[in-house]
C-alpha cells in the first residue's frame, strides 16, 4: 500500500522479495519499482542451478539495460509450479529515494501501462496545443508575454516528462 521512503541518502538499501508458486504451473509475473529517478538498481534473480542472475539499471545507465522496456523499472519474473524463489534488491541514488513496488500479473500491467501512456500522452498534447496557441499570439500580436508563456509551458512539460521517465524512453 505504501512506498518505501528513506529520503535523500546516498546509502544502498538491499530489499528481499519471497514468492510463492503453490499451483501445478509455472506462474509469470512483473515486478515494477514505479520511480524513474533511481540512479542504481541490481536485481538478483535465482537461478535453477542455484546462481544468481543480476540486472543492473537505473537512471545513471543507458535505458537499454532495462530488463522491460518502461518507463520504470520492471523485472520479468517466471516461478516454476510448487516452488518459492527469493529475489533482492540493491538500490542507490543521487536523488530522493522512494522506492514504490508493485508485483504485477502481465496482462494487468499492460492495462496499466496503456491507461498510465494515454494519460501522459493527453497531457503533452494539451501542453502542445497550449505551446502553439501562445505562439500563435504572439506572432500575431507581437507581445512577448506570449513567447514566453510559450518558452515556459515547453520547458514544463519537458521537466514534467523527464520527471516520470519519458525523456529516458523516448530520447
Do not use: C, K
Amino acid at each position: 500500500d505504501q512506498a518505501l521512503n528513506v529520503g535523500f541518502t546516498r546509502s544502498a538499501y538491499w530489499l528481499r522479495l519471497t514468492l510463492r508458486n503453490a499451483s501445478s504451473v509455472p506462474v509469470a509475473r512483473l515486478i515494477d519499482i514505479g520511480q524513474s529517478t533511481l540512479s542504481n538498481i541490481q536485481f538478483f534473480h535465482p537461478q535453477a542451478d542455484g546462481s544468481q542472475r543480476t540486472v543492473s539499471t537505473g537512471a545513471a545507465w543507458p535505458f537499454s539495460t532495462r530488463a522491460y522496456r518502461d518507463r520504470f523499472f520492471v523485472f520479468p519474473v517466471t516461478l516454476p509450479s510448487h516452488t518459492s524463489q527469493t529475489f533482492y534488491f540493491r538500490v542507490q541514488s543521487a536523488n530522493g529515494m522512494l522506492i514504490p513496488a508493485t508485483l504485477w500479473e502481465p496482462q494487468a500491467f499492460q492495462v496499466h501501462q496503456r491507461n498510465s501512456y494515454a494519460i501522459q500522452a493527453a497531457y503533452v498534447g494539451i501542453a502542445t496545443a497550449l505551446v502553439l496557441y501562445n505562439l500563435l499570439l504572439f506572432f500575431t500580436l507581437r507581445d512577448v508575454v506570449h513567447l514566453l508563456y510559450a518558452i515556459f509551458a515547453t520547458t514544463m512539460a519537458l521537466a514534467v516528462s523527464a520527471a516520470n521517465g519519458f525523456g529516458m524512453e523516448l530520447l
